[in-house]
């Protein structure tokens, strides 16, 4: 079992604090790459975050308006893949980075060393803290959201990071068992790997690689193929016609809706058969 840093690092330049615009065609690349270079060869392991990185959720999906669809959707991109994936605690909720706001509120000391060296060059100290906000990893490190009391129910005394403000309206307890939720889209991904051979076992096949907003892929064992189909974007986009056709008539496996427009970042996962011989 492999893993590389490779994806985690494509919205960086020179450094982690070198903070480049996130681009999915990037993104859609590297994975590629790793899921074709380990096929025959090895086994991948599957992550966005770790407690090294900031939340997933914040840095390649939408923490605001499409919190919720941007989540499911990095949720399905990542169980879909060959390999076996790795969830971080908060990454079913949703869980976003923390709106850090000076530099008495990080733990890091990489994150506090670096703020101090940038500014002391002369650096604008709001601009470091932006960078900060961003990439620094006590973005992963702040308490879980279990609950929305004090503390978000992780602890009676006062933890080493503050809580997010949002654990009021992300936490554990406000999803489990509730339909529609991330933590229950977690669920149904992993139900669906118990189930489906082809997620564990089949092949992966990107479809449309230049595309500029949708992320498309298969997974084909024996006679079964799922196609995911993920809109990394805030606008809509229209399913191109050989798209169309190819899930003509399958069963949508993940999502909500069969319309030929996928809405901002919604995702979906189709199962099809294939005729014998293909």
């Known amino acids: 079992m492999v893993f590389q840093f490779e994806h985690v690092q494509v919205d960086r330049g020179s450094s982690k604090w070198d903070v480049l615009p996130f681009d999915m065609r990037v993104l859609r690349h590297v994975l590629d790459r790793w899921q074709q270079g380990l096929a025959d060869v090895g086994w991948n392991s599957l992550y966005w975050d770790n407690h090294d990185q ?5 840095r390649f999906g939408d ?4 919190r919720v669809e941007s989540a499911k959707l990095l949720a399905t991109v990542l169980h879909l893949q060959r390999g076996t994936p790795y969830i971080y605690q908060g990454d079913e909720l949703g869980m976003t980075n923390f709106p850090f706001s000076s530099i008495e509120q990080f733990d890091d000391l990489e994150s506090v060393n670096y703020f101090h060296e940038a500014v002391g060059h002369g650096q604008d100290p709001a601009e470091v803290l932006a960078r900060l906000r961003a990439m620094s990893r006590d973005n992963a490190r702040t308490p879980m959201q279990w609950d929305d009391s004090t503390h978000a129910g992780f602890t009676d005394a006062t933890p080493w990071l503050p809580v997010n403000p949002n654990h009021r309206e992300i936490n554990a307890a406000g999803q489990v068992g509730v339909a529609g939720s991330v933590f229950e889209h977690h669920r149904r991904l992993t139900a669906l790997r118990h189930a489906e051979p082809a997620v564990v076992e089949g092949d992966f096949t990107l479809l449309l690689p230049n595309h500029e907003q949708l992320f498309v892929f298969t997974r084909c064992h024996e006679q079964t193929e799922l196609v995911v189909i993920a ?3 805030g606008q809509p986009a229209d399913l191109p016609g050989v798209l169309l056709d190819r899930c003509a008539g399958a069963e949508l496996l993940v ?3 069969t319309e030929p427009t996928m809405q901002p970042w919604e995702s979906r996962v189709h199962r099809r058969q294939l005729p014998a011989g293909d």
């Open 63 to 66: 923490d605001g308006e499409h």
């Open 231 to 233: 809109n990394f974007s």
């Open 255 to 257: 999502g909500e809706r």
């Open 54 to 58: 900031p939340r997933v959720v914040s």
